[in-house]
């Protein structure tokens, strides 16, 4: 069964730096999704993205993220200067159409810490 | 806005027993409804969804799960629970023309021999 991949499974990285997160989507799926998940909290919605486009984007999602699909098969999340706070597990999510009635495949995440 | 709750934090059954994980779900439109299964360590499994139509779902692991509009509610159950079955159970909602998906808080599932 297609799966949805993310490299690297756990990344540290200190207060200020930038982090890349990658995911590689189904290859026929055309909308990818970021979620994040606090440790204990529950998970949230992050960002959405459709033909090189944000589509969609919650409050969390503020001027030190960006995402990216640099190739025809990857898609990352940029957090420009790390803090504290974003230490979470990020999901990457695909689906194959616009709605939920088309699913979402989820991959199995990156654990984010920063220190 | 749509919300998620899943008022048991964490349950704790008898290999063998029954399941019946809690999820209410509000906003005024027809739901998309979904049960997510995360494992220790793993990410977000799906284990059944229901857009339309027949209100009782199956899926995966033997898991089912009924809505019932009247109570806003979509329960997953399980009639005899297996030790793999710990781990983490997330229910989530979305709708028609709003891709993105809403989260509850989750539910932790422990078994005991």
């Known amino acids: ?115 | 806005a749509q919300s998620v709750t899943q008022p048991d934090i964490h349950i704790t059954v008898s290999e063998g027993a029954s399941l019946e994980l809690r999820c209410n779900y509000s906003y005024g439109a027809t739901p998309y409804l979904f049960w997510y299964v995360q494992s220790p360590g793993q990410g977000l499994q799906l284990l059944l969804k229901y857009f339309s139509g027949d209100t009782l779902v199956q899926g995966i692991k033997g898991f089912e799960a009924e809505f019932k509009r009247s109570q806003s509610s979509f329960n997953l159950r399980k009639p005899s629970v297996h030790w793999s079955d710990a781990a983490e159970y997330f229910c989530a909602v979305a709708y028609f023309g709003n891709e993105k998906l809403t989260f509850g808080t989750g539910t932790r599932l422990t078994i005991i021999p």
Not at chain 1, 37 to 46: A, P
Not at chain 1, 59 to 85: H, W
């Open chain 1, 1 to 115: 069964e297609p799966e949805v991949t993310q490299t690297p499974s756990h990344q540290v990285t200190q207060m200020g730096q930038e982090v890349i997160l990658r995911c590689v989507p189904i290859s026929n799926h055309l909308y990818f999704y970021w979620y994040r998940q606090i440790l204990g909290q529950k998970v949230e919605f992050l960002v959405s993205f459709y033909n090189n486009e944000i589509s969609e984007k919650s409050e969390i999602f503020d001027d030190q993220f960006s995402v990216e699909r640099p190739d025809g098969s990857n898609f990352t999340l940029k957090i420009r200067s790390t803090k504290l706070e974003d230490s979470a597990m990020y999901f990457c999510a695909s689906s194959p159409g616009q709605g939920a009635n088309y699913g979402y495949t989820f991959g199995s995440g990156t654990r984010l810490t920063v220190v």
